[in-house]
């Protein structure tokens, strides 16, 4: 497909995103200026209780049409409710200091992790899943370096980066980040690495998608995860060689007919279809 900016309708397109690390420092920031009050702790720990159960529910659906409607429709609106709240009334403070090292405990009190560390990484996603003990892992700092433990302090991602953040979104990866550089890790029971090595120099946020941007010297490519029942239907991952990415906007961001979710790459003048989710 030959590429021409003026065509219509590539308005409903973006081409320019923000960085993941951006996008922490905002939420980061916000949370360090505000703090949920008692009252509002209990309204937050409500709405976590009925995320959990209906986020059990849909995966224990088998109809992959219905578990798709189920997280767009119901879960998703939720878990936007959770954003919302937090932006208006502020953030749940998990981190305690003691003999001048920092811990971390739920919204309930319960302690997490001792007060052993130098620094506790900020996660966005921590206030909906640490008081049901959904998530276990968490990004600290020890003798001047950043890794990843789970709740016994077992190491998960050494401790050998310059800075670690849990990428923000909807997804489960980490942003790693040593000297300048920039790469990306997963954990799913135990640590490996993503393709996404720390060499690229940015990581991008796509909102509403698992779906991960990267640019290297002037280039782009992507990664998402992989589906393992269908693991040759797409192209999980590029490595950066593309000139211009293009995602649907959010507003726009619908099913066709055929129930595909796709995208588009640039190189010069030529345009490539990039299936990213279908239910075929």
């Not at 960085?19 to 980061?28: D, G, S, V």
């Not at 409710?81 to 405990?105: Q, T």
Request: proline share 4%; hydrophobic share 35%; aromatic share 18%.
């Amino acid at each position: 497909m030959k590429f021409n900016r003026t065509v219509r309708w590539l308005d409903e397109w973006q081409n320019e995103f923000q960085t993941c690390y951006e996008l922490w420092q905002e939420l980061e920031a916000n949370a360090t200026a505000h703090h949920l009050s008692n009252e509002q702790h209990v309204e937050v720990a409500r709405m976590m209780i009925r995320y959990r159960a209906m986020s059990d529910e849909c995966y224990k659906l088998t109809d992959r049409k219905e578990r798709w409607r189920r997280f767009k429709e119901e879960l998703d609106p939720l878990y936007h409710a959770f954003e919302d709240y937090c932006k208006n009334n502020g953030y749940p403070n998990f981190v305690f200091i003691k003999g001048g090292k920092k811990g971390l405990r739920t919204i309930a009190g319960l302690e997490v992790l001792p007060p052993i560390y130098e620094e506790i990484s900020f996660t966005f996603d921590d206030y909906i899943f640490l008081n049901c003990h959904y998530w276990t892992t968490n990004v600290v700092k020890k003798d001047g370096k950043w890794g990843v433990v789970d709740d016994e302090q077992h190491v998960i991602i050494p401790f050998e980066y310059d800075f670690i953040f849990r990428k923000p979104g909807i997804d489960d990866n980490y942003i790693l980040l040593k000297d300048g550089k920039q790469g990306m890790a997963n954990l799913e029971g135990m640590f490996y690495t993503l393709p996404i090595e720390v060499e690229m120099d940015a990581i991008y946020d796509v909102p509403e998608m698992e779906l991960s941007l990267f640019s290297k010297d002037g280039k782009w490519g992507w990664w998402w995860p992989e589906d393992r029942k269908y693991p040759n239907l797409y192209e999980h991952y590029c490595g950066p060689k593309y000139d211009e990415i293009f995602v649907r906007r959010v507003e726009y961001r619908i099913m066709d007919d055929e129930f595909d979710e796709y995208f588009y790459a640039r190189i010069g003048d030529e345009l490539f279809y990039i299936l990213y989710w279908t239910i075929k």
